[in-house]
DNA sequence: CGCCTGACGAAAC
DNA sequence: GGTTTCGCCAGGC
């Protein structure tokens, strides 16, 4: 690759010049991969970060179309604020979601994130919105 | 054009 | 202290 990741690559919403047209659907998704491999976020998290923080509804009900997106949104880094998987009912196998947080390193018990506290990756932290 | 739903969150009881 | 209900905002029918 020419270009090696320009440092912290701020994203911050899709406003490349006025042009917001993707809906805040797009910047969830946006967010969600910007997740780091082993980490996870919730969803008032990444509602805060994209200023909707008084709706966290809408940033779960983005992912209604978790498995119609373009890129593949890691949705299963996605959980509530409980750490629990509350999204993995609604992925094509339930199970899947576990499974791909196992492989990441991430530890799931009971449909909970084992140290979902030190896991957690807050959005507006690293992105800073 | 209007009502309902929706993968959360926090307050109220 | 646990359970329930409302509230937010936006899209789908």
Redesign the pocket.
């Known amino acids: 690759m020419a270009t090696k990741k320009s440092s912290s690559q701020k994203l911050k919403s899709v406003t490349p010049s006025g042009k917001k047209d993707e ?2 659907f797009a910047l969830v998704y946006d967010v969600v991969r910007q997740v780091p491999k082993g980490r996870v976020t ?3 998290a990444i509602a805060a970060c994209l200023g ?1 923080k ?5 940033v ?2 983005a ?2 179309g ?1 498995g119609n997106i373009k890129p593949k949104v890691p ?1 299963h880094r ?1 959980v ?3 750490g629990m998987l ?2 993995k009912h ?1 992925f094509k196998p339930p199970s899947k979601m576990e499974e791909l947080l196992k492989k990441e390193g991430i530890k799931v018990k009971n449909d909970q994130i084992v140290g979902f506290d030190k896991l957690f990756w807050d959005p507006v932290k690293e992105i800073g919105f």
């Open positions: 809906s805040f919730s969803y008032g909707t008084l709706s966290a509804r809408m779960g009900w992912m209604n978790c949705a996605v509530n604020r409980l509350s999204g609604h």
